[in-house]
C-alpha cells in the first residue's frame, strides 16, 4: 500500500464528469517487414515484465470518510485483457478517421476500481501504419 502524493490526489479530486484528468499519448509506427505488432504479441510482452512494473498492477482505493488521500494497493484481480485494447480505424482510415476514434477514447473516464491505465492498438490507417 502506497498512499498518493499531494498532486496525484488532487488529480482525483479535480475530476468530473465533464472533466477527465487522464492523459493521452499516441504514437503512429510504421511496422518492419516481418516484425509481429498483433494485440497478442504486445500482451504477451506485456505479460513477462509486469513484474517489473509494480504501478500497472496498482489501483485506487479511498481512505474510509476522506480523512486522508487515497492509496495505491496491489490490484489481486489484476487482468492485462481489460487494460490493452484494440480498436478499428474506419474507412478511409485517414489522419480525420484517426482522431476521431481517439477522441472517443478519450471522452471516457478511466474506471477506478482497476490500475488507471489502458494501451489502446488502432488498426486501419490507409498507409499500413
Do not use: N
Not at 506485456?46 to 498492477?57: A, Q, S
Not at 481517439?102 to 490507409?126: K, Q, T
Amino acid at each position: 500500500m502506497k498512499r498518493l502524493s499531494g498532486i496525484d490526489a488532487s488529480f482525483l479530486y479535480m475530476e468530473g464528469p465533464t472533466l477527465h484528468m487522464h492523459t493521452i499519448k499516441v504514437a503512429v509506427v510504421r511496422p518492419a517487414p516481418g516484425v509481429d505488432y498483433s494485440i497478442e504479441r504486445v500482451k504477451a510482452d506485456l505479460r513477462e515484465r509486469l513484474h517489473l512494473l509494480p504501478p500497472f498492477r496498482r489501483r485506487i482505493v479511498d481512505v474510509p470518510f476522506g480523512f486522508h488521500h487515497p492509496v495505491w494497493i496491489e490490484d489481486a484481480t489484476f487482468d492485462l485483457d481489460r487494460h490493452v485494447r484494440q480498436a478499428t480505424i474506419p474507412a478511409p482510415g485517414g489522419t480525420p478517421e484517426m482522431d476521431a476514434v481517439i477522441s472517443g477514447i478519450a471522452s471516457v473516464p478511466l474506471d477506478r476500481r482497476y490500475p488507471l491505465w489502458e494501451l489502446w492498438i488502432l488498426e486501419g490507417l490507409a498507409d499500413g501504419r
